[in-house]
């Protein structure tokens, strides 16, 4: 969607040129930050990145949620009706904003009581957006802790109960929460750095797919936000593979709390008999088959914790570097958290009979040739340094007509697609790839993502679909993921 498009507004239409002109130097500033973060800087100049980066942050979290609030204000809001995997949509926003929280020192994990074959009909991309905003919203007042995200599909309504560890809010205050423009209280404005839309947004998003929210908290202990959304259930095949069956006794030692609650969960439901150990050193006393062990327990207690089990080493992708140490210790493999359940389940069950799940080593360097479509020479920049520092291949493209062409010279593995490029756009270059049969996977990319703009990318032929900013860490793993599915699929 651009701003001329029909069927907008004129002040929908300022917005959306307004915001894309502010939203595109502000995510070359955090995208560059990210990379100097990577670097080596002094303690002064590391605190000095960090304040940028912060307050880059807020201000296109403020962005985001102005043009959401201006586009709910001044029109019916447009439902879409798609087939979608739950599971699948709440993992990948997790996936997302994993990194806000790490960076945050927060644990963030999906426990999902739901099938993961589930599969819903209905409006995926308002989902998608309650959820971020929730989380983001969790994100915000956390100092510490974990935030969990528990799925659930009852009576035809989809349930997301998003909790955090932050401090609270007390029952006169939580009345006001839904309102435009509304904070709970000075000291939360000056810490969110917004003007009260978030939660507002939500409100409005829930009422128009017929659903609703509602908060309940403690003060000092945390806030849990409850969404009910009504979706009708497709009928699907349930696709539990062989492994898919866990038998024995896996024991939890030093996870943080939403981990251990996700990983539990999809053990439990995959037949395993699972025990969460306190303190670490009690569970060298206890029998297990296999052991999923959290990175920054001491050196001394995961090499002994090797010499009595099968051990998993559960990591944040940030710590990589480690897994070389983590092999001479004795591990069996690692994980990358926020858990997927999936990959949880096929990990357990190799690590339990034996086996070393050999794409624990492959998939954190990359192979191939990713080709960056992107008019921006700041923003093609980041992603071609966070490419090659993770082993690939990068060509840059600043046109769809450019990009194109790239596509006959090089073949590339994966294309990192801006929507917004002169001369022809990422809709229309996505469109004329696929209609010239080429398949390899294209992720679209734009500063603005509403349900619109994804339903015209995938409609283009795009497998998925990414939002800036997008910092170095992010660009390798949503490359390194969509490699690897290509290099699965191929082998199958």
């Not at 929460?177 to 978030?198: M, R």
Request: glycine residues 8%.
């Amino acid at each position: 969607m651009n701003e001329n498009d029909p069927k907008l507004s004129p002040e929908q239409s300022f917005l959306a040129t307004a915001s894309h002109e502010i939203r595109t130097p502000l995510n070359g500033i955090l995208g560059t930050v990210s990379l100097l973060l990577e670097t080596e800087l002094s303690p002064a100049q590391r605190e000095y990145a960090d304040a940028i980066q912060n307050s880059g942050e807020r201000l296109l979290d403020l962005l985001n949620n102005v043009l959401d609030f201006a586009r709910l204000d001044t029109g019916e809001i447009e439902l879409s009706n798609e087939v979608f995997r739950p599971t699948a949509l709440a993992r990948e926003v997790i996936e997302l904003l994993s990194p806000r929280a790490h960076a945050r020192g927060l644990d963030i994990a999906l426990r999902c009581q739901a099938d993961r074959a589930l599969t819903l009909r209905g409006d995926a991309g308002k989902a998608r957006q309650i959820l971020f905003n929730l989380i983001g919203n969790a994100l915000k007042f956390a100092d510490e802790g974990s935030i969990l995200v528990d799925l659930a599909f009852k009576d035809g309504q989809l349930i997301f109960d998003v909790f955090d560890t932050g401090p609270g809010i007390a029952p006169a205050d939580q009345a006001q929460l839904f309102e435009a423009f509304q904070q709970v209280s000075h000291t939360d404005t000056q810490k969110d750095g917004g003007v009260g839309l978030g939660l507002a947004i939500v409100s409005r998003i829930c009422e128009a797919l017929g659903g609703e929210i509602s908060v309940s908290s403690t003060v000092g202990v945390g806030t849990c936000f409850r969404v009910n959304l009504p979706f009708e259930e497709e009928k699907s095949e349930a696709y539990l593979a062989a492994n898919d069956a866990i038998e024995g006794r896996v024991i939890l030692v030093g996870l943080p709390a939403a981990t251990t609650l996700s990983a539990a969960a999809s053990l439990l439901k995959a037949g395993a008999e699972v025990l969460n150990i306190l303190p670490p050193s009690a569970a060298l006393k206890v029998r297990a088959n296999l052991i999923l062990a959290g990175a920054d327990l001491p050196e001394d207690t995961l090499r002994a914790l090797c010499n009595t089990a099968p051990v998993l080493i559960v990591l944040r992708p940030e710590d990589r570097a480690e897994m070389p140490r983590f092999r001479t210790l004795g591990a069996a493999g690692w994980m990358v958290r926020p858990l997927r359940a999936k990959s949880l389940i096929e990990r357990a069950g190799l690590a339990i009979s034996g086996a070393v799940a050999s794409e624990s080593d492959t998939l954190e360097t990359g192979q191939g040739h990713v080709l960056i479509a992107d008019d921006n020479p700041i923003n093609a920049l980041i992603a071609r340094r966070a490419m090659e520092s993770s082993g690939f291949t990068a060509t840059v493209a600043s046109t769809g007509r450019e990009a194109l062409d790239a596509v006959e010279q090089i073949s590339p593995d994966l294309i990192l697609m801006d929507l917004r490029m002169p001369i022809m756009d990422g809709f229309e270059a996505t469109k004329q790839l696929r209609a010239a049969g080429h398949t390899m996977p294209v992720i679209a990319v734009s500063a603005e993502i509403n349900p619109e703009i994804e339903r015209r990318a995938r409609d283009a032929g795009a497998n998925g679909v990414a939002a800036k900013p997008l910092d170095a860490e992010a660009l390798r793993q949503l490359a390194l993921k969509w490699t690897s599915q290509t290099k699965t699929a191929g082998a199958a």
